[in-house]
């Protein structure tokens, strides 16, 4: 059978400031990141691979050892809108309403001139279409909520809103699926950078 790799982009420059969002370049460790990732997904000895990243530098950079990657909008991160670049501090003083309506709607919360989990979830309903009719291995470079969206579908998450938001993607990790019947397998690889 063939398999999908999902993995957030390595470790940005705003990831070790925890700031949200944003367009940053990856860190040191991020770049070794996508070193490890790259010979990772060669020890898996596919056939044939298509690699698929954001419109996000992090993404791109990640991915850069990879041949033919295909850069898509639609994986770019949920964005926070009014509130891209701050951290989640900053997030709590300047816009108390969205800190407090994430802490308990995180699912349906959207952020001022942003998106909610539900907008993202829609807006990659083309990709995911398109992971499930695709007959190549594909590895997905992409963000935190992002990763979040994909794999619940994968998983076939029943209650959206109260899980969606919540599953654990580290950085580092790549998740593989395969399909099996009636559901997917989902193995987790930590590649411990
Ligand atoms: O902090 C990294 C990040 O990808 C942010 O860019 C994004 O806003 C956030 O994670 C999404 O996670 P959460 O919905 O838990 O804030």
């Not at 690699?51 to 791109?60: A, F, G, P």
């Not at 919360?109 to 499930?132: H, K, M, N």
């Not at 994909?150 to 938001?165: E, G, T, V």
Request: hydrophobic fraction near 35%.
């Amino acid at each position: 059978p063939r398999h999908i790799y999902i993995t957030r982009h390595g470790e940005s420059e705003f990831n070790t400031v925890g700031k949200i969002g944003g367009d940053s370049s990856l860190s040191p460790r991020g770049m070794e990141y996508a070193q490890r990732l790259k010979q990772f997904m060669d020890e898996q000895e596919l056939p044939n691979l298509r690699v698929w990243c954001s419109s996000l530098k992090r993404t791109i950079q990640t991915a850069q050892n990879f041949d033919d990657v295909e850069s898509w909008k639609a994986l770019d991160e949920l964005d926070a809108g009014l509130c891209d670049e701050l951290t989640y501090k900053e997030v709590e003083e300047q816009f108390p309403d969205v800190y407090r309506d994430r802490a308990t709607d995180k699912y349906w919360t959207r952020y001022p001139r942003g998106e909610s989990y539900a907008d993202v979830v829609q807006r990659l309903e083309p990709r995911i279409l398109d992971l499930e009719q695709a007959q190549e291995n594909v590895l997905v470079v992409c963000h935190q909520a992002v990763a979040r969206c994909l794999l619940s579908y994968f998983q076939q998450k029943s209650d959206l809103a109260s899980q969606l938001p919540y599953i654990k993607v580290d950085l580092h990790t790549v998740f593989k699926i395969t399909p099996i019947p009636y559901g997917n397998l989902i193995e987790v690889f930590p590649l411990g950078i």
